[in-house]
C-alpha cells in the first residue's frame, strides 16, 4: 500500500551536487522513519542517511557534511541532498521507510518499505 518512488538521479563528475527525491503515497508519511541506503556493483547496500525529525539525523561517516537529509511531510517527500560528490558515491540509490520508531535507522531490516532506486553515477 506504501509507494515510494526515487527521482534525481543522473552522471555527473567529481565534485558536483545532485538532489534525490523521494516521494511517499499510501501511508502516514509523517509518522515513518525515512532513510536512504545506496548499493555499488559488487558491494552490499550501505547506509546512507535517515531522518526520523528535522532534529533528529543520521549519516554514514562516509558522508557527513557532503550530504543533508532532509523532509516535507506537507509533500510526503524526503530528500536527498549530495554535494562535493566522489566517485565513490556511485551506486543505486533506495528511498526507505521504518513504520516503528524505536528501530534503529541504521539497520536496512528495519524497514517496511523501499523504492525502486536511483542511479548515481560520479567520474573523476
Known amino acids: 500500500q506504501v509507494q515510494l518512488v526515487e527521482t534525481g538521479g543522473g552522471a555527473v563528475q567529481a565534485g558536483d551536487s545532485l538532489r534525490l527525491s523521494c516521494a511517499a503515497s499510501?501511508?502516514?508519511?509523517?509518522?515513518?522513519?525515512m532513510g536512504w541506503f545506496r548499493q555499488a556493483p559488487g558491494k552490499e547496500r550501505e547506509f546512507v542517511a535517515a531522518?526520523?525529525?528535522?532534529?533528529?539525523?543520521y549519516y554514514a561517516d562516509s558522508v557527513k557534511v557532503r550530504f543533508t537529509i532532509s523532509r516535507d511531510n506537507a509533500k510526503n517527500t524526503v530528500y536527498l541532498q549530495m554535494n562535493s560528490l566522489k566517485p565513490e558515491d556511485t551506486a543505486v540509490y533506495y528511498c526507505?521507510?521504518?513504520?516503528?520508531?524505536?528501530?534503529?535507522?541504521?539497520?536496512?531490516?528495519?524497514?517496511?518499505?523501499w523504492g525502486q532506486g536511483t542511479q548515481v553515477t560520479v567520474s573523476s
Open positions: 499510501g501511508g502516514t508519511f509523517s509518522s515513518y522513519t
Open positions: 526507505a521507510a521504518d513504520r516503528v520508531p524505536t528501530h534503529w535507522p541504521t539497520r536496512g531490516l528495519s524497514y517496511d518499505y
Open positions: 531522518i526520523k525529525s528535522a532534529s533528529d539525523t
